[in-house]
């Protein structure tokens, strides 16, 4: 195993790039052993993302599980602790020291359990939905799309089911009551951690909302059905009068875009843009022409999309699987099927410029308020605080 070796100063300014790209190309499957600037007053073992820790600063705006992988590991090591990370898949790795806490996002915890020290502390941080709740969503969305279309296409979000739960002394969760419905907590200590974001945008004040009303965007990752993108496009194709920007990598996903290739490519009112960095000019453009995100996916934790969408003033128009409340200022779609959403975009469009703007300001403001990198280091911060206070003498 490759021991490398990097500062708490150098986790907060990364513009060594040269240096860190050395230990990145030496550091497949291995450990980033963080060293806080104090002596170590113990030691924490982090199964999350290596990535931030060995690449440049812009990594950190692809997705918002790179910062607060790093901001986990920071709030740790200005305690005094010392932090090794490892990828959440690295299936090699055993423990050679004595742990104080051990985080996980998945299947590591019930692997290392066994090899770790009796009085570590272990902890599950969830990211997504339920595993088999997640799985069963996904069949049933391809499912519901075999029976619309006759066509079947190859689930893109299964993920392994685990006992992880069981080994868990607590547990933090980012996503809001629904995506904690999915688990059985049962008996578990369990802290609400608000995802963060990687891209804020001025207040939508100015908009002009009467030009924009009838615009829409979705906005995803990969698995276009798991994340409703066909609903969609089967809405949109039917309504020439309302118009949709697609923004993700479908056309990465074969039998997806082959399926839907006249609605991603042929319609009138859907332009497909592809992949798109949510900080370009482009993007700001398209937002500030558009007036809300559609996105009836079938399982997130708390999705990171449609925060984003929010910070840029979008209306969320999403299902509840989507981990996210929207309150007065959003729709939750209850049925996620192509008739509702067509109703809910005509309910949009027509609804007057005051009222557009009211939603769109309630949703920037939410978002503003709860999902920042801010509010994710506080609420973390207070997480680790209180583990400390229960677990330490």
């Given amino acids: ?25 030496k550091l497949s499957g291995g450990v980033v052993h963080l060293k806080p600037n104090i002596g170590a007053r113990g030691n924490v073992l982090l199964s999350y993302t290596t990535l931030p820790f060995v690449t440049k600063e812009r990594v950190l705006e692809g997705h918002t599980n790179r910062w607060e992988c790093r901001e986990m590991a920071r709030l740790f090591l200005k305690r005094g602790y010392a932090v090794d990370v490892i990828d959440w898949e690295n299936n090699s790795f055993v423990p050679r020291k004595e742990y104080a806490y051990f985080i996980d996002i998945h299947k590591n915890i019930e692997r290392l359990a066994p090899f770790l ?10 990211t997504t939905s339920e595993p088999e709740f997640q799985n069963n969503a996904e069949k049933n969305r391809l499912s519901e799309l075999e029976k619309r279309r006759g066509v079947k296409l190859s689930p893109r979000r299964q993920v392994t089911k685990t006992n992880s739960m069981k080994y868990a002394d607590y547990v933090s969760i980012l996503g809001n009551a629904f995506t904690e419905s999915t688990y059985n907590l049962k008996n578990k200590s369990l802290f609400h951690i608000p995802i963060s974001t990687t891209h804020t945008y001025p207040s ?26 066909d609903l969609v ?65 079938s399982s997130e934790g708390q999705s990171g999309a449609v925060i984003t969408a929010m910070h840029a003033g979008l209306i969320p128009i999403i299902s509840e699987n989507s981990g996210i409340n929207v309150l007065d200022f959003g729709i ?43 509010r994710f280091s506080k609420e973390y911060d207070a997480f680790i605080e209180s583990l400390i206070k229960k677990n330490e003498k």
């Fill in 233 to 297: 496009l089967e809405a949109f194709a039917e309504m020439p009068l309302y118009n949709l920007t697609v923004m993700g990598k479908a056309s990465n996903e074969k039998d997806f875009a082959k399926e839907y290739t006249k609605e991603l490519y042929d319609t009138i009112n859907i332009n497909y843009v592809g992949f798109i960095d949510p900080g370009s000019s482009e993007f700001k453009n398209m937002i500030n022409n558009s007036i809300g995100i559609v996105y009836p996916s």
């Fill in 332 to 374: 939750l779609l209850k049925k996620n099927t192509v008739e509702e959403i067509r109703e809910v975009v005509k309910k949009i469009a027509s609804a007057t410029e005051d009222e557009l703007k009211k939603k769109a300001l309630g949703a920037w403001t939410y978002a503003r308020e709860y999902h920042t990198r801010e």
């Fill in 117 to 126: 020290n009796k009085d570590c502390i272990k902890i599950l941080h969830i």
């Fill in 204 to 229: 939508p004040e100015r908009k002009d909302f009467n030009s924009a009303k009838r615009n829409f965007i979705w906005f995803g990752g990969v698995g276009a059905v798991h994340k409703g993108l």
């Fill in 1 to 25: 195993m490759l021991n490398m070796y990097i500062n708490v100063g150098l986790l907060q300014n990364l513009s060594n790039y040269k240096i860190l790209n050395v230990i990145r190309l």
